[in-house]
């Protein structure tokens, strides 16, 4: 029964958790690489444009219960998330209209592209702090667990308990569906083909008949569907607090450059790396030790590599190596 319990421990404190996290920066790195692929520039801003999106569903789940309507068991933000995803929709185009277009049409480097982005960076943070506040905000008003700790025990007789919070299975669920939709719009649709053969491409593109500009707005709407998901499943499964997105930017571009920049099945590999590196290199062994070894050799300490407070460490750390070993990373994006 020992290494069972052991097992639940580590699935509770390090599986479960890492999977959630990892869905979630997985579609922040996927709004990431496609901005690179397709636009050629880094986004600095995207860590607040989740923030954003996150932001109008919030208030828009605060309109919804205001006036009574909730999905029972489920965050009445999923309700809520349409409208953030058009909020954000319309903060971008309008960003892309006001400001990047403007770079695009003198054909300026990336680099300065990205200096423009960090600009928009800032705007967007005081923008969603303006607005919401700096204050935490705790917008999950569903069924708190879809497995309790207590039930699980009851069922199977185990001394540790599993628990599965509602937000993290909403997380994987949304994660994967968002992911196939994606793919298949990406690889069956004329205007997903066209994108893929705009990012291959741009000149070839052009000469082909594909509209520049409808590449671009097709890219910032999906841009913005991706980052209102992860901010929403990221503000569910933690809290909402603006400050920490723009601390998530690091973590969710590590993703992008370790899977390889411009390959979107390289973002989800990159956001499920980063997030288990994390939690695993950070995680207190001492139960899941106690439960395996003999009592003689039981541990009086936590066990644990890196305390929680450097957990965005590990990200750099990675990102570091990966840069300098494998810029292009593990699927070959287009430069790191």
């Known amino acids: 029964m020992e290494p069972l319990n052991a097992l639940v421990a580590f699935s509770n404190f390090v599986v479960i958790p890492a ?11 996927l709004g990431v690489t496609l901005i690179y692929g397709i636009l050629r520039f880094s986004n600095f801003a995207h860590g607040d444009t989740m923030a954003f ?7 828009a789940t605060w309109a919804l219960q205001a006036a009574g309507v909730s999905l029972g068991p489920l965050p009445t933000a999923l309700l809520a998330l349409p409208v953030g995803i058009a909020a954000c929709a319309v903060l971008l185009l309008l960003t892309d209209k006001l400001v990047y277009k403007f770079y695009r049409a003198r054909k300026v480097s990336p680099v300065l592209l990205v200096i423009v982005s960090m600009g928009v960076m800032f705007v967007y943070n005081g923008l969603v702090r303006f607005v919401i506040g700096v204050d935490d905000q705790n917008f999950d008003d569903g069924a708190r667990y879809l497995i309790g700790a207590i039930q699980f025990r009851q069922m199977t007789g185990l001394d540790e308990g599993l628990a599965i919070r509602t937000s993290q299975a909403i997380t994987v669920v949304t994660a994967v569906v968002t992911v196939a939709i994606l793919f298949w719009f990406l690889n069956h649709t004329r205007t997903g083909k066209s994108m893929r053969a705009f990012s291959d491409n741009e000149d070839l593109a052009l000469l082909s008949g594909i509209s520049p500009d409808r590449v671009v707005r097709v890219t910032w709407l999906i841009v913005a569907a991706l980052a209102t998901i992860a901010g929403v499943l990221y503000g569910l499964d933690k809290s909402f607090k603006p400050f920490t997105y723009f601390q998530l930017l690091l973590p969710v571009f590590a993703a992008a450059i370790v899977g390889g920049l411009g390959s979107p099945i390289g973002a989800i590999a990159g956001g499920f790396v980063i997030a288990f590196s994390e939690v695993t290199l950070t995680y207190a062994f001492k139960k899941v030790a106690n439960y395996l070894l003999p009592e003689s050799l039981e541990i009086d300490g936590l066990a ?24 292009t990373g593990l699927f070959r994006g287009k430069s790191a």
């Not at 999106?53 to 208030?59: F, K, P, S, V, Y």
């Open 304 to 327: 644990q590599l890196l305390a929680t407070d450097y957990k965005f460490a590990v990200s750099f750390a990675i990102l570091v190596i990966v840069l300098l070993f494998r810029p």
């Open 19 to 29: 999977t959630a996290y990892g869905a979630q920066l997985a579609l922040g790195a």
């Open 53 to 59: 999106g996150a932001m109008g569903t919030i208030l």
